[in-house]
């Protein structure tokens, strides 16, 4: 543990006491849950963010495609307040980037929807639609609202077992709250991943039956779209771009474009509303390369030189399946 830790773990201590009180209140029935009939999967992590919440979440819709699905998300970032039902014409400001995302992407496909409130957010969903399966999006310490099947996120360069509390570190709760967890999902792994260096993570998560451990990695497409069609990543190798990020931990995107161009970085805060300065910084670039989250707050700018990546969660080996009758 580094000097600045060391400082602020007694903080991280009266953190843990208040979390753990609220955890054991719960576990114990000193504060209610409410529990609904529909199945409903939540995803989160214990950690403060960059984990690949939304990959996982289009995972998911993916996995149960044919069925009547909902996403409710926070919407975190957003300048409203309450339930609001996201569509594609939508504003970022007002549902936020994930939510906006998953709309843009799978269409008519899923319902999502934004609420601060989770169990008024499901009840406002179950009022207004015919659902088969709800997904919540980074809702894991939101026990108001009692989940089917809770999915844990870690990533595997800051896995949860080597974190602290915050401030010290950046655990939302105590590691322990792994094991209210059904499936843990190390996420961002390498793709050659051995199995020897599997089992030590496992050795370490130490999983409770009957919890199941699955590994990830962040497939890249090697094209980047945009609103003026789209360019192959192999076309353009050696070429320098403008490369803006808006995310919590952008160096897995760097990684992989710096296989492919140079890059001129422009970065900004996690979930960051760019302003009229910096679009027309942007104006100005031959080629500018973003995320698919980034692009979601850029596209209403109509900016033909804007193309970004799109990303997918892929497993290695076996994947969780939450997509069946017989797994509630």
């Not at 970085?265 to 031959?286: A, T």
Request: proline share 4%.
């Amino acid at each position: 543990m580094g000097g600045l830790r060391i400082l602020l773990y007694p903080f991280s201590i009266l953190y843990g006491g208040v979390t753990g009180l609220r955890n054991w209140s719960f576990d114990h029935g000193w504060l209610s849950q409410t529990t609904f009939e529909i199945p409903i999967i939540a995803v989160g992590n214990l950690s403060t963010g960059g984990t690949g919440k939304t990959p996982m979440i289009e995972f998911l819709v993916r996995q149960n495609e044919g069925k009547r699905l909902a996403v409710l998300s926070r919407g975190y970032g957003r300048q409203t307040k309450g339930y609001l039902e996201v569509f594609e014409n939508s504003h970022a400001t007002d549902v936020g980037d994930e939510p906006l995302q998953f709309k843009s992407k799978f269409k008519e496909s899923v319902v999502v929807a934004v609420c601060e409130n989770r169990v008024n957010g499901v009840r406002r969903l179950l009022e207004e639609h015919e659902l088969d399966l709800i997904l919540l999006d980074d809702a894991y310490q939101h026990r108001y609202l009692k989940a089917s099947k809770y999915v844990l996120l870690t990533s595997y360069d800051q896995p949860y077992y080597n974190d602290f509390l915050l401030p010290a570190g950046n655990l939302r709760e105590s590691r322990s709250g792994a094991d209210r967890a059904q499936s843990i999902v190390i996420t961002k792994c390498p793709a050659d991943l051995s199995e020897a260096e599997k089992n030590n993570i496992k050795n370490k998560i130490n999983p409770k039956s009957p919890q199941e451990i699955f590994f990830s990695t962040i497939f890249y497409s090697m094209e980047a779209l945009g609103i003026s069609g789209k360019i192959s990543l192999e076309e353009l190798k050696g070429t320098k771009v403008t490369v803006i990020t808006g995310i919590a931990k952008p160096a897995y995107f760097l990684d992989f474009l710096k296989n492919y161009v140079e890059i001129d970085h422009l970065q900004f805060p996690d979930h960051y509303n760019f302003r009229s300065k910096d679009i027309e910084k942007l104006k100005d670039k031959k080629l500018v390369i973003t995320t698919e989250k980034d692009f979601v707050r850029l596209k209403e700018y109509e900016l033909n030189n804007l193309f970004y990546i799109p990303i997918e969660m892929q497993f290695l080996g076996e994947s969780p399946r939450f997509n069946r009758s017989d797994n509630w």
